[in-house]
Each structure stands twice: as C-alpha cells, then as structure tokens.
T-cell receptor, first 115, second 116 residues
Framework: SAVISQKPSRDICQRGTSLTIQCQVD?????MFWYRQQPGQSLTLIATANQGSEATYESGFVIDKFPISRPNLTFSTLTVSNMSPEDSSIYLC????????????FGEGSRLTVL | AQKVTQAQTEISVVEKEDVTLDCVYETRDTTYYLFWYKQPPSGELVFLIRRNSFDEQNEISGRYSWNFQKSTSSFNFTITASQVVDSAVYFC?????????????FGTGTRLTIIP
C-alpha cells in the first residue's frame, strides 16, 4: 500500500492569492492524480500528473488555474491560482496501486477556505 | 458518458440495525471496475472494495457485504449490525475503461449516521 502525505492539511486564504499543495508518496508511482471535493459534494478529477510530461486536465479545469508539477516519481504539487471563494474545497492527491487490488490510494486532503 | 447515482443522500439508523446503501451506474463499456470508498469525519478516503465487471459473485467481508447485479447496473453495499464507527460518507465509483482503474467517476455519496 502507498502512504501519501499532503501539505498543508488546511489553510485559510485571501481572495486573489495562490496556494501550492504538496503531495509526497512513500514509493515511486507513475501516475498521480489530483481530485477536488467541493463542500458537501463528490470528488471530481482535476488532472493526471505523469513524471516527465505535462499534466492532463479534465474538462472544466485549465493549467493556468491549476498548474501542476511532477518533478519525480514520488512528488507532485498542485497550485490553486488567483483564488476565489468558489475554490474553497478539499484537494486530494491520489496514486494507483499497481498490485492486485487496483486500489486508488488517497492522501488525507488539503482543506482550503478562501475568504 | 459514465455516471454513478447514489440516490440516498442521507441515511440514519439505530446502532445494530442493518443498512443498505444503493449505487446505480451507467456505462457503455463491458469491462469496468466498481469501487466503494468510506470517508469518515476525519476526511480521508478509505478503500473498501473493487469489483471487476465480469465477477458478479457477492462478496462478504466481516459485517460488510456487496451485491453486484449487472442486469440492473447496481452495486449495493450492506452493513450488518451497524456500529457508531460506521458513521461516514460512502462513495460508490466507476472506473474509466480508457484509463483502467485510475480515473474514477464518483457518485455524490451517501452520508450514513449510526445513532447510538
């Protein structure tokens, strides 16, 4: 199983600022995923981050708003740019277990509140 | 397009009662995976099960059981003899066959409250 650490666990941000969320995995993984969970809502995939290539964004999400870095096989960052109150969400990093379970492991999430 | 429907937004039951959480999915693909995740108040997502679309056998794990029926596109989750620690939001999810297991479409979740 993979252990995923996210920083920060929570933050309160001002409108118009940007915040970078870090995701560290205890093993090397090919693909990392970033999900958003808006208050009381389900999870929505933002993008898929492969090491050494540009992230692949889902419909409704753009690189200018959510730039992603993937410098190595154990680390990724997601930046939420020019934040507005609508960006208040939990942002979750996840990785795929390539073993038998096919489980998608999730970090504990970063809870952002934008004032 | 894929879709997962969890019609029950919130359920409350008294401790020790059995409870079933419904999940209905839509997909055009014949090969896919279905998942259930638990999200307790602490926020982390806990993997419960993954089921291959070709395996329709029901599964039991302790107090948890899952009923997969392709004929009705349902993958329901039953907790037997519920406990307060079962209180959480439960998500059903469906894999995107183009990506394998990694890209999941989640339902809107069912908030389960177990009353002591």
């Amino acid at each position: 199983s993979a252990v995923i650490s996210q920083k920060p666990s929570r933050d309160i941000c001002q409108r118009g600022t940007s915040l970078t969320i870090q995701c560290q995995v205890d093993s090397q993984v090919t693909m990392m995923f970033w999900y958003r969970q808006q208050p009381g809502q389900s999870l929505t995939l933002i993008a898929t981050a492969n090491q050494g290539s540009e992230a692949t964004y889902e419909s409704g999400f753009v690189i200018d708003k959510f730039p992603i870095s993937r410098p190595n096989l154990t680390f990724s960052t997601l930046t939420v740019s020019n934040m507005s109150p609508e960006d208040s969400s939990i942002y979750l990093c996840s990785v795929l277990d390539m073993g038998l379970t096919g489980e998608l492991f999730f970090g504990e999430g970063s809870r952002l509140t934008v004032l | 397009a894929q879709k997962v429907t969890q019609a029950q937004t919130e359920i409350s039951v008294v401790e020790k009662e059995d409870v079933t959480l419904d999940c209905v999915y839509e997909t055009r693909d014949t090969t896919y995976y279905l998942f259930w995740y638990k999200q307790p108040p602490s926020g982390e997502l806990v993997f419960l099960i993954r089921r291959n679309s070709f395996d329709e056998q029901n599964e039991i794990s302790g107090r948890y059981s899952w009923n997969f029926q392709k004929s009705t596109s349902s993958f329901n989750f039953t907790i037997t003899a519920s406990q307060v620690v079962d209180s959480a939001v439960y998500f059903c999810a469906l894999s995107d066959p183009n990506f394998g297991n990694e890209k999941l479409t989640f339902g809107t979740g069912t908030r389960l409250t177990i009353i002591p």
